[in-house]
């Protein structure tokens, strides 16, 4: 259903091509950008993407659930190494 007054039928089998498409840039700035790309890739089943390594970044247009799924995949991955290690616990005997 498209709106109020339009509703769209269509084969099954092509049913990923008529959903809404959402163009999203990701910003990587600590994983490695081929990495996150091939994860991308793999897990989220992004159809369409760009990658730049030059600025960092990769763009992706797909369905906006598997964008939704590409923003939080990201999130995880794209973490900055912590810079104060905690000290050791040591235990007394």
Do not use: C, W
Not at 15 to 44: C, G, H, P, W
Request: proline letters at 6%.
């Amino acid at each position: 259903m498209l709106n109020d007054s339009t509703l769209l039928i269509h084969p099954q089998t092509k049913s990923r091509e008529y959903l809404e498409q959402v163009t999203r840039t990701f910003y990587i700035t600590n994983a490695d950008i081929k990495q996150a790309a091939n994860m991308l890739k793999l897990i989220a089943k992004v159809r369409d993407m760009h990658i730049d390594e030059r600025l960092g970044l990769i763009v992706v247009r797909d369905s906006p659930a598997v964008i939704g799924l590409a923003e939080r995949l990201i999130a995880s991955i794209d973490l900055a190494e912590p810079e104060v290690m905690p000290p050791p616990i040591h235990s007394s005997k």
